[in-house]
């Protein structure tokens, strides 16, 4: 059944300029043939189902459903207000074919998202957050949670100079783990025979945390280590190396890991010698954590980006980048 709605738009001249302009009416969407609540009904829907999914349930077009869902969500940026951080998460997302990165700046505190450009993952693109943020909200950042790519950090120190800086727990265990795979690698490589056969097809029982090992996993992990001495080395450094999170001061801290590193010699383990000088080079992105003031959800960053590459895979990627932009900003905002 179709429903016709008929009603009476004024036309004023306008005061300023002097031109005929027609009455706004608050209830219509940007689209006029639709009510905003309607916009917002299909905005709603499509958090949890794809475009075309809810327009086959709506009996609309594809475009349309699409432009309905963006003032949704313009919509929900405008009510979730401008962003005044204090302490943020910096990371790169990988958008097309090929080495092409947007940055996604968050409010760790508030847990959400908020900020998505750039045109790479540079220190220019990441200064066009900074300055758009303005410099009296730049004052209120206290720390920037980020990984080891020197150009965040150098845009960071540059532009918010009072701000701490930590480097990521979740990335500096990634290149722990990728030093074990290498040791993996080429322990595989340089075998023959039946002792390359327990190697073969363990790489993510290497890597994965033991807790989490299924029993066969467990039964797979225990006959490699008994049979290749410097994995089970390996893979007990990696190991050992995770209680440098437990500590509570610095100190203590720092004590740990000259112990760990001295445990390296004598081992023939270049790819974990590479990853010692590594955290000993950037030493003074981890003190951070140690510092109670600075105690933050770290694991939100990591967890966006898992959020994110849900949603490119779910709409098989996406070509409209402005719309990616407004799905990310929102993904964490409550509905409306």
């Known amino acids: 059944m179709d429903i016709y709605l008929e009603l009476e738009v004024r036309r004023v001249a306008c005061v300023r300029c002097g031109k005929v302009k027609r009455e706004r009416l608050p209830w219509v969407a940007e689209r006029p043939f639709y009510t905003k609540r309607f916009a917002f009904f299909v905005g709603r829907r499509c958090r949890a189902a794809t475009i075309k999914d809810v327009a086959q349930e709506v009996h609309l077009d594809w475009h349309s459903v699409k432009e309905l869902e963006k003032q949704y969500l313009r919509e929900q940026l405008r009510r979730a207000g401008r962003p005044g951080p204090t302490v943020i998460g910096i990371d790169e997302i990988s958008i097309g074919k090929g080495h092409s990165y947007r940055i996604v700046v968050s409010d760790l505190l508030r847990r959400r998202p908020i900020w998505f450009g750039g045109t790479d993952r540079s220190e220019a693109s990441l200064t066009g957050f900074f300055q758009e943020l303005g410099p009296k909200k730049c004052q209120g950042i206290k720390l920037a949670v980020m990984d080891m790519w020197r150009p965040f950090r150098n845009a960071t120190v540059t532009q918010v100079p009072h701000a701490g800086i930590l480097f990521d727990k979740f990335h500096v265990i990634s290149h722990l783990g990728q030093a074990l795979d290498q040791v993996r690698k080429s322990?595989?490589?340089?075998?023959?025979?039946?002792?390359?056969?327990?190697?073969?097809?363990?790489?993510?029982?290497?890597?994965?945390?033991?807790?989490?090992?299924?029993?066969?996993?467990?039964?797979?992990?225990?006959k490699l280590l008994r049979t290749n001495k410097r994995l089970n080395i390996a893979y007990l450094l990696k190991e050992a190396f995770g209680q440098l999170w437990d500590y509570r001061r610095e100190a203590w801290a720092r004590r740990f890991f000259e112990h760990w590193k001295q445990a390296l010699k004598w081992q023939r383990l270049a790819p974990f010698e590479k990853f010692a000088r590594m955290i000993d080079q950037h030493w003074a992105g981890l003190v951070s954590y140690w510092q109670p003031q600075y105690q933050v959800p770290l694991g939100f960053v990591e967890g966006l980006n898992n959020k994110i590459r849900v949603l490119q895979r779910r709409a098989y990627g996406f070509r409209d980048e402005e719309y990616l932009r407004l799905k990310v900003l929102t993904c964490m905002l409550p509905e409306i």
């Open 187 to 222: 322990e595989s490589a340089r075998l023959t025979g039946p002792g390359r056969q327990f190697i073969k097809g363990q790489k993510y029982t290497l890597l994965s945390n033991h807790t989490n090992l299924t029993l066969e996993g467990r039964r797979s992990l225990a």
